[in-house]
């Protein structure tokens, strides 16, 4: 059975000013991740963008107490969209501490079984959308992090090939090349790149891969501390820790919240 998210906080955000993406439902694995941040402490706006826009907004009545968690629209394709979130919240708070990238889309030729099937323009959607996106954001939080801060993206580790994930597998490989680069860059000013790999989650997003059920039956089988596809909780809580102050002299990380799966042989 899956854990409660919240359970006993801490303050490990404690007036940390955080910024999440990717929250549609509340199956989304951001969902959790802002969950919990609030639970620690943490302020925090959500942003959508295109015809998710108003998923998001409906699934922040859910969270927060009796106000809805205000919500931004950041399509990450469109710069203008990071300008005018940063002036929003130069405004509204002056600086932000953290962020989370949970942002990723392929169309479906991208995906399924046949790797050889997607055209360039598909496949630079996948990349734009699933891997520029983490410079997009940097490009418009950076600037209000002059006390330092950090981006936490959600990942799926690709240093194997797997059925069906195809160029998204691609474009996860390129986020691990882009967090390693933020974090050299940015390093000097105090800010942290770090991404969670998830083990498979039952998500809107994960419904969207063909042949997930495969990562499903295998997973916790193989894992040495098990898995569980609902629970949430382990990989909200390591994205927390991370946005938190408790890794100070952590970047350019993968860390793998995934039972162990990674680690072992077949």
Known sequence: MAQQVVSKAV???ENKKIVIT???TDASLAYA???LALAEGADIVLTGAGRSLSLTQRTARKLGSDTPLEVLEFDVTVPEHGLAVRAHLADKWGRVDGVLHSIGFAPQSCLGDDFLAAEWDDVSVALHISTYSLKALAEA???LMSAGGAFVGLDF???QAWPAYNWMGVAKSALQSVNRYLA???GASGIRSNLVAAGPIKTMAAKSIPGFALFEDTWDERAPLGWDVQDRVPVARACVALLSDWFPATTGEIVHVDGGYHAVGA
């Open 157 to 159: 580790d690709n240093r």
């Open 33 to 35: 991740v802002a969950e």
């Open 22 to 24: 990717g929250v549609l």
């Open 141 to 143: 939080f950076v600037p």
């Open 11 to 13: 303050g490990l955000l």
């Open 184 to 186: 050299r860059q940015l």
